[in-house]
T-cell receptor
Framework: GAVVSQHPSWVICKSGTSVKIECRSL??????MFWYRQFPKQSLMLMAT?????????EQGVEKDKFLINHASLTLSTLTVTSAHPEDSSFYIC??????????????FGPGTRLTVL | AQSVAQPEDQVNVAEGNPLTVKCTYS??????LFWYVQYPNRGLQFLLK??????LVKGSYGFEAEFNKSQTSFHLKKPSALVSDSALYFC?????????????FGAGTRLAVHP
C-alpha cells in the first residue's frame, strides 16, 4: 500500500508556542488530506479536510484560527497548532486520499504525532 | 448522516478461539465499509474493506468481515485468535454516493487475547 509519513512523531512544547506538524504522501499524490485528533482511549475525530490549493474545510467546533492547515502541494499538508495550551495535548493523525492511478480515492493514514503541551 | 456503532468497548478472547468484533452502520447511500487496527502510539493500519461484490471480505492477518445489508452490519472475524492480535480495532464507513465523502469512525473496540 501507499505510505504516509508525519513529522515529528512526537513533540513537547511550552504553553503559548506554536507547533507545526507535516504530513506527506511518499509514493502517491493526494488531492485531499484529512486531519484527525485522538484523545486517549477514544476514537478518531475528524478536524478538517484539506484540498490542494484551496482552503481547508473545518468540522463543527474546530477553531480554524487555532488549527491552521496548509495543503500547498499534492504530497504535503501541514497542521499548525497556534498558541498551544495543555488541552491541545493529543495524538494527531493525518490521512491522504489518492489522486489518481492505483491509489485513486483510497485513504491512507500516517503514523500519528503525539503533542504534549506543558 | 453517516454513523458507525461498535457496541463493545472491549472483547476478551482466549488464544486459539474464534473472535468477533461487532460493527453496525448507517448511511443514506451505498456503504463503503472499512476495518482498521491500531497498536499503542501508532497510526491506523488497514485490515480490509467492503465496496461491492461478495459479502464476505478477506483481509490482512487472517481477518475477514461479513457485510450484511439487512442488518446493516459489518462484523470483523478471525477463526483463531493470536495474542499479537490484541489491539484497538476501528470500524469506519463512507457514503458511497459521493466520491469525496468523509470517513467516519466508530468508537473503537479493544481486543484482548489471553494466552
Amino acid at each position: 500500500g501507499a505510505v504516509v509519513s508525519q513529522h515529528p512523531s512526537w513533540v513537547i512544547c511550552k504553553s503559548g508556542t506554536s507547533v507545526k506538524i507535516e504530513c506527506r504522501s511518499l509514493d502517491f499524490q493526494a488531492t485531499t488530506m484529512f486531519w484527525y485528533r485522538q484523545f486517549p482511549k477514544q476514537s478518531l475525530m475528524l478536524m478538517a479536510t484539506s484540498n490542494e490549493g484551496s482552503k481547508a474545510t473545518y468540522e463543527q467546533g474546530v477553531e480554524k484560527d487555532k488549527f491552521l492547515i496548509n495543503h500547498a502541494s499534492l504530497t504535503l499538508s501541514t497542521l499548525t497548532v497556534t498558541s498551544a495550551h495543555p488541552e491541545d495535548s493529543s495524538f494527531y493523525i493525518c490521512s491522504a486520499r489518492g489522486h489518481s492511478g492505483m491509489f485513486y480515492n483510497e485513504q491512507f493514514f500516517g503514523p500519528g504525532t503525539r503533542l504534549t503541551v506543558l | 448522516a453517516q454513523s458507525v456503532a461498535q457496541p463493545e468497548d472491549q472483547v476478551n478472547v482466549a488464544e486459539g478461539n474464534p473472535l468477533t468484533v461487532k460493527c453496525t452502520y448507517s448511511v443514506s447511500g451505498n456503504p463503503y465499509l472499512f476495518w482498521y487496527v491500531q497498536y499503542p502510539n501508532r497510526g491506523l493500519q488497514f485490515l480490509l474493506k467492503y465496496i461491492t461484490g461478495d459479502n464476505l471480505v478477506k483481509g490482512s492477518y487472517g481477518f475477514e468481515a461479513e457485510f450484511n445489508k439487512s442488518q446493516t452490519s459489518f462484523h470483523l472475524k478471525k477463526p483463531s485468535a493470536l495474542v499479537s492480535d490484541s489491539a484497538l480495532y476501528f470500524c469506519a464507513v463512507r457514503d458511497g454516493g459521493g466520491g469525496y465523502n468523509k470517513l467516519i469512525f466508530g468508537a473503537g473496540t479493544r481486543l484482548a487475547v489471553h494466552p
